[in-house]
T-cell receptor, first 113, second 115 residues
Framework: GESVGLHLPTLSVQEGDNSIINCAYSNSASDYFIWYKQESGKGPQFIIDIRSNMDKRQGQRVTVLLNKTVKHLSLQIAATQPGDSAVYFCAEMTGAGSYQLTFGKGTKLSVIP | DGGITQSPKYLFRKEGQNVTLSCEQNLNHDAMYWYRQDPGQGLRLIYYSQIVNDFQKGDIAEGYSVSREKKESFPLTVTSAQKNPTAFYLC??????????????FGDGTRLSIL
């Protein structure tokens, strides 16, 4: 089946800079998207979600952008901190009655002090 | 604090042995899920349950079994039929399975290795 993918497997940023993590999805019927953060040895932690009737959603220091035309999702982290170092996954869900999240392989973000 | 508790954190299995991974949640969530994560990979769904006494196979259910006798608990058994069980196993829960697209929340996983 179709699955979520990521453009960049690794990303290194300077502390204080903004980070942008990208995700391409191939299922045009997907209508719900989530970004997770996973630190080493821990489970994924929910960061932010967005539904397909929106193109932007903001949280605390994070913004998710959704471009349905090109099937692209991005996570922007403002003023990146060392504690942001982790693997970030995007996941998609298709249909209001769906249960299954499809995960990408993840992008590792490394913050340089 | 409300959350999802997985135990044990590390587990070792001998050849031909079945092992059971525990998952308990006190979030009052109806739906629970089991995922497998291999190094450098995303998560793959093993089984999910939307309600007590009901569960469904995910993408990679072969060699695994589950039960859902209580709302709070969703144990996963890795049977001897699973030939490549070494992985990081993650349990998750959500308010309702597939209704209103709610996020899934995860425990901190169990790392299973073969002796």
């Amino acid at each position: 089946g179709e699955s979520v993918g990521l453009h960049l497997p690794t990303l290194s940023v300077q502390e204080g800079d903004n980070s942008i993590i990208n995700c391409a999805y191939s299922n045009s019927a997907s209508d719900y998207f989530i970004w997770y953060k996973q630190e080493s040895g821990k489970g994924p932690q929910f960061i932010i979600d967005i539904r397909s009737n929106m193109d932007k959603r903001q949280g605390q220091r994070v913004t998710v952008l959704l471009n349905k035309t090109v099937k692209h999702l991005s996570l922007q982290i403002a003023a990146t901190q060392p504690g942001d170092s982790a693997v970030y996954f995007c996941a998609e869900m298709t249909g209001a009655g769906s249960y299954q999240l499809t995960f990408g392989k993840g992008t590792k973000l490394s913050v340089i002090p | 604090d409300g959350g999802i508790t997985q135990s044990p954190k590390y587990l070792f299995r001998k050849e031909g042995q079945n092992v059971t991974l525990s998952c308990e949640q006190n979030l009052n969530h109806d739906a629970m899920y089991w995922y497998r994560q291999d190094p450098g990979q995303g998560l793959r769904l093993i089984y999910y349950s939307q309600i007590v006494n009901d569960f469904q196979k995910g993408d990679i259910a072969e060699g695994y079994s589950v039960s859902r006798e209580k709302k709070e608990s969703f144990p996963l058994t890795v049977t001897s039929a699973q030939k490549n069980p070494t992985a990081f196993y993650l349990c998750a829960s959500s308010i309702r399975g597939g209704w209103g697209n709610q996020p899934q929340h995860f425990g901190d996983g169990t790392r299973l290795s073969i002796l």
